[in-house]
């Protein structure tokens, strides 16, 4: 929950703002996106002329969202010169903003708002709220304080933030507190159905071709403790599919049985994307990081200049390898 001092002080500072900025991070997901958007509304119910950018373009997963469509890329045109207020929505970091970085440094007051401890801090104001399901719960909190009115379109777009960060009410961010806020925005007009049906359902004919070759072609190695699996370059290329349709292949080999390492390769013309998962001890990322790549324990990734089957051998004998050290066969 924000402080009563926090929610002063970012609400005064509205109140005599007039021109403002709110900001996503790089390869925007559901709770950024969701985020900014629905800060941009609220700000705009208020008066402010609000500008809503992001240095990569919204992918096409989200752009049903309400107010998507007013995103711009930095550099456009019709952007603002000066703005009283920026707003980084769920950003650990200046870097992370990317290109939008410049407008971010470039603006009066600077508000941080997020809901991950290890945040940077880079604001002139951190809200950093550690107990929200997800940065739209901070978002939906200000609001609150500010006395707007949450319309069906605003609650969709939390409802989004809600979902995503909490997987579809399975992980760790899912209690009491965030099921009761679901219902709220259910309660306010949230089109609840259409955000998991578009988030998480629909998936492009390509993307599902790709995806059954992906665990077509599933091995398991190590008494079936490591799984591994790739798509090639004439797979991709037979169904025009892009990198984002390979993006659930990984995650889908972890629910194997048994299986406490997964490692998926996707052959890049002559390079080789790898993407390391674990659900134990193991740690990827130091697999990765021998590589240049980087990530975190449970889940890491690595690009690497050289041909599929090349990597695939050096990377599967280094897990195999590392894990055998690891558990002590
Ligand atoms: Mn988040």
């Not at 070759?213 to 008494?223: E, F, K, T």
């Not at 994307?273 to 990827?284: Q, T, W």
Request: glycine content about 10%; charged content about 25%; proline content about 2%.
């Amino acid at each position: 929950m924000i402080s009563k001092e926090m929610l002063d002080v970012i609400s005064g500072k509205i109140k005599n703002a007039k021109v403002s900025l709110v900001l996503s991070h790089q390869n925007p997901d559901g709770d950024t996106l969701g985020s900014m958007l629905a800060l941009g509304e609220v700000l705009q119910t208020l008066g402010h002329k609000v500008d809503r950018v992001i240095s990569d373009p919204v992918p096409e997963v989200y752009r049903f969202l309400p107010f998507s469509n007013l995103v711009k890329v930095p550099g456009d045109s019709s952007l603002g010169k000066k703005y009283d207020m920026a707003f980084s929505l769920d950003c650990g970091s200046v870097k992370r903003l990317g290109k939008a970085g410049i407008l971010w440094s470039g603006s009066d007051t600077r508000v941080n708002i997020d809901h991950h401890v290890s945040n940077e801090r880079f604001g002139d104001i951190n809200c950093i709220e550690a107990d929200a399901a997800s940065t739209g719960q901070v978002v939906y909190w200000v609001a609150k304080g500010l006395n707007v009115r949450i319309t069906p379109e605003v609650a969709t777009l939390l409802y989004t933030t809600l979902l995503t960060d909490t997987g579809c009410f399975s992980n760790s961010h899912t209690n009491a507190e965030s099921l009761r806020w679901g219902a709220e925005l259910i309660d306010l007009g949230a089109d609840h159905l259409r955000v998991y049906r578009e988030v998480f359902m629909k998936k492009p004919y390509r993307a599902i071709k790709v995806f059954g070759s992906g665990l077509a072609d599933l091995n398991l190695v190590c008494g079936g403790k490591i799984a591994w699996t790739y798509t090639s370059n004439e797979l991709l290329k037979k169904y025009s599919a892009s990198a984002d349709d390979t993006e659930d292949i990984v995650d889908y080999v972890m629910r194997t049985e048994g299986v406490e390492v997964g490692i998926f390769f996707r052959e890049d013309n002559s390079e080789t994307k790898v993407s390391l998962r674990s659900n134990n001890d193991f740690d990827v990322s130091k697999i990765a990081a021998g590589y240049g790549g980087g990530g975190h324990k449970h889940a890491a990734g690595i690009n690497i200049k050289s041909k599929f089957s090349d990597v695939r051998d050096l990377i599967l004998n280094n897990v195999i390898e590392e894990y055998k050290k690891t558990s002590g066969k």
